[in-house]
């Protein structure tokens, strides 16, 4: 008996369990529009993790009195965050649930995503006190659980599910898991678009993605691109920039050489631009 290709293979397509970051910071309402956008278009269930952040620090000073100071007008920050936000999920017709955690960040969201079919952050977070670099928090969690991420930009109208779809093809193991666990989404999209660069050094040839696709029933149009090492995230700013996709899919980052020659720097730049939702994955 023949193996499976490995587009075929992995975590089964279903995207039910969408995991909320809840924390009071510029970005929790572009997140809360994509959550609520995503599980309304998904008939799903909104997992909401409300986490009290440890403040930078805490733990080299030893967790003194200033730092516990900050520490607890954190927690009476969330409190109040808490209250305002379960009072608006009450009022929408939505399945949800809530459950508290503390500590690091990307610690705190790795321990609740095991069981997650997407989680949701932003691509960049910043306000005037503070910078959290959200490059650094996805990785973390990418290479600590097999959840995908969908990083939403700081601010965000809303999210169109049924819009235009953009899939960043490289062939590699990280763009098949990105593309299998999009399905769920591309499968509502009013079009899919798979760019890719023809330089001999793809993986996965784009034919089998567009074929994986075809036997979902979606419907994908391949688009090469002249693209190389040392254009590649600012090729893809501009078709971005000029196609205006509702989202993108992409494997992150990247483990090998092919990824990182062709997309590695441009999951890192499009993450700082902050202009597009980016659902991202990695092999398992």
């Known amino acids: 008996m023949m193996p499976r290709h490995p587009l ?9 369990n969408i995991l909320l970051l809840v924390h009071d910071d510029i970005g929790q309402e572009a997140r809360l529009t994509a959550a609520l956008d995503l599980t309304a278009a998904l008939n799903g269930h909104l997992s909401c993790l409300d986490v009290i ?19 607890r007008e954190e927690e009476m920050a969330e409190r109040r965050n808490k209250s305002t936000l379960r009072a608006r999920l009450l009022a929408k017709d939505i399945s949800f649930s809530w459950n ?40 973390s969690i990418l290479r600590g659980v097999s959840t995908p991420v969908l990083a939403v930009p700081q601010k965000l109208a809303a999210f169109d599910a049924t819009g235009h779809a953009v899939v960043l093809w490289d062939g590699s193991a990280d763009a098949e898991a990105a593309l299998r666990a999009a399905v769920p989404l591309l499968a509502r999209a009013g079009a899919v678009t798979i760019v890719y660069a023809d330089d001999g050094s793809l993986g996965t040839p784009v034919g089998e993605a567009t074929t994986y696709l075809r036997h979902q ?21 501009h078709y971005i920039a000029r196609h205006e996709p509702a989202y993108v899919v992409m494997g992150a980052f990247g483990h090998g050489r092919v990824h990182d020659t062709l997309f590695g720097s441009v999951t890192g730049h499009l993450l700082a631009i902050g202009t597009v939702p980016l659902l991202l994955a990695q092999r398992a």
């Open 53 to 71: 952040a440890t403040p930078e620090g805490f733990y080299r000073i030893g967790g003194g009195p200033i730092a516990m100071m900050v520490l």
């Open 100 to 139: 508290d955690a503390a500590g690091d960040l990307a610690t705190a969201l790795i321990g609740a995503a095991g069981l997650a079919d997407l989680l949701i952050l932003n691509t960049i977070l910043s306000d005037s006190d503070e910078e959290l670099d959200m490059a650094v928090v996805i990785r």
């Open 217 to 237: 029933n979606i419907i994908a149009t391949p688009v090469r691109r002249e693209i190389n090492g040392g254009n590649a995230a600012r090729a893809i700013e």
């Open 8 to 16: 075929y293979q992995g975590r089964t397509i279903s995207m039910k």
